[in-house]
């Protein structure tokens, strides 16, 4: 087929479409994330001592470490479905924030330090429950990126997809926070940073090839 | 420049809206647009292939626009995004030698042929040539013919056997010249 005769077909079965608007996206995701929390917290799947805990730093630490994560992920995700715009800056603020919020968590740990051994603090059992509950509270906000990816144009593929993992296992990572009943900084660094690892995993994998176009 | 810009966005946001004329010229600017950008990045044989893609793939994230914002970056990215594919494709296809034996029996008889039954036909009148094209090339009837032409039936056997025997009378006299 010639590019002339492409462009007569192109042209002749034109339809109307409304053009991507980034708020309208963010607003989907917002819903998305706005109904689990408010699901979990409805149906009782909040911690019991919550009050009580609110009063800590640990537990501001690890919520504020998963918002922040989430807030840069899902800023980051959005911006690369604009073919003009590339993930990677924002990927790379997502490296700093996780390291500043493990060496914060180093600080609090030390300032509070615990006398019981490496492998109670761990509880490898409870660890690999919270990690599986975790990936699994990602899953919504991992479908709405999944479909808004679709929908989009990243020319970064790789990025994108990293972007949009973070966005998600740090959402599932805060949603789990009020219903976690682990605060310990080394418990939360090794167990919530396996989990999302496994979310940005899973998304490098299965989102990528759902970028192409 | 900028003007030409401008003028793009707006083509856009009006195919966006479902405008097929401005989208048709739109695409028709973008096309020559894109060669020019193509030929500067790819070997010749591959750069009308990435024009068509880069013309789908603007066609199918067309709704990823924002005609608030200049249209030019947005082209840029989209045909980058596609050259870059372009070059990834490429680099996957292995490249093998020819080899000896993939010569195969051209057309170069039927192209001929092809060629020189039109210059022949060049030479008959303008009616014999449209009753020998029309009842002998391309199979209608007398009938049909005659309707065709405006000729009626008898002028077209007859039309259709002078020409033939001029015809004839010119390959015979080629052949003795050959």
Redesign the interface.
């Known amino acids: ?1 010639t ?1 002339e005769r ?3 077909t ?3 079965g ?8 980034l708020s309208r996206d963010a607003l989907l995701l917002g819903a998305i994330g706005t109904v689990e929390l408010a699901l979990l917290l409805m149906l009782g799947g909040a911690r019991r001592d919550l009050a009580t805990v609110m009063m800590q730093p640990f537990f501001w630490w690890k919520l504020g470490t998963m918002a922040v994560l989430a807030a840069i992920g899902l800023v980051t995700a959005l911006r690369s ?4 715009l590339s993930p990677r800056p924002g990927l790379r603020h997502a490296t700093v924030a996780v390291g500043a919020a493990l060496a914060i968590g180093w600080l609090l740990d030390a300032t509070h330090r615990s006398g019981a051994s490496l492998a109670a603090r761990m509880q490898w059992r409870d660890g690999l429950h919270c990690m599986t509950v975790m990936a699994l509270l990602s899953v919504p906000m991992f479908a709405g990126l999944a479909v808004l990816i679709r ?3 990243p ?1 970064d593929r790789t990025g994108t997809a990293l972007a949009a993992g973070i966005a998600a296992a740090a959402w599932g990572a805060f949603v789990f926070t009020f219903a976690c009943p682990h605060d310990d900084p080394l418990y939360v660094a090794i167990w919530y940073l396996a989990g999302c690892s496994l979310v940005v995993l899973a998304a490098r994998w299965l989102l990528a090839p759902m970028a192409r ?1 | 420049m900028d003007g030409v810009r401008d003028e793009w966005s707006e083509l856009m946001a009006a ?7 401005a ?2 010229r739109l ?2 600017e973008l ?1 020559q647009w894109l060669t020019r950008y193509y030929a500067r990045r790819l070997p010749p044989a591959l750069v ?1 292939d990435a ?2 893609d880069a ?3 603007i ?9 608030a914002r200049p249209f030019r ?2 082209l840029a ?2 045909a ?2 596609k050259w870059i594919d372009r070059l990834r494709a490429m680099a996957r296809e292995r490249t093998d030698a020819l080899p000896d034996d993939i010569a195969t029996g051209d057309h170069e008889e039927s192209v001929v042929s092809a060629t020189v039954l039109r210059e022949l036909m060049g030479t008959l009148k303008p009616a014999q040539a449209d009753a020998i094209r029309l009842v002998k090339l391309e199979g209608y009837s007398i009938e049909e013919a005659s309707a065709a032409t405006g000729q009626s039936g008898s002028l077209v056997k007859v039309n259709i056997h002078r020409g033939l025997a001029k015809l004839a009378a010119i390959v015979r006299g080629r052949s003795d010249d050959e």
């Open positions: 087929m590019s492409l462009i007569e192109l042209a002749a034109l339809t109307p479409v409304r053009p991507r608007r479905f604009d073919p003009t929908r989009s144009a020319t176009w | 195919a966006q809206g479902g405008h097929g004329g989208y048709r695409l028709g096309r009308d024009v068509q013309l789908i793939a066609h199918q994230k067309r709704h990823t626009y924002d005609p970056p947005w990215a989209v980058r995004h």
